[in-house]
């Protein structure tokens, strides 16, 4: 089993940054056995796939929507994933979730296929 657990959302202005936080525990876990990703979903709508790493692939990936303004990172010795948020605008409020996937190239690449979720961090971004 793996938990998640994300931290550093909270409030900030048109224009400004936040860094997301997830822990990352559990028995067997590491980076290299699992694809990271990051979500957010406002009230209403669909979960959103925003960007995810895989250690095993050497690769990471973003949605078009956040390209550019977002970036993954990883300190393996903390088992602890990052999201650098940058040029926030109010479109992006929403609850953030972390999410660990066993299938690496789906989840990677078309961010489908999660097995592990945290609880989700509140962003809003006030214009």
């Known amino acids: 089993q793996v938990q998640l657990v994300e931290s550093g959302g909270g409030l900030v202005q048109a224009g400004g940054s936040l860094r997301l936080s997830c822990a990352a525990s559990g028995r067997t876990f590491s980076f290299s056995s699992y694809t990271m990703g990051w979500f957010r979903q406002a009230p209403g709508k669909e979960r959103e796939f925003l960007s995810a790493?895989?250690?095993?692939?050497?690769?990471?990936n973003y949605a078009d929507s956040v390209k550019g303004r977002f970036t993954i990172s990883r300190d393996s010795a903390e088992n602890t994933l990052y999201l650098q948020m940058n040029s926030l605008r109010p479109e992006d409020t929403a609850v953030y979730y972390c999410a660990a996937s066993k299938q690496m190239l789906s989840a990677l690449v078309s961010g489908v296929h999660y097995d592990y979720w945290g609880q989700g961090t509140q962003v809003t971004v006030s214009s």
């Open positions: 790493f895989s250690w095993a692939l050497g690769r990471s």
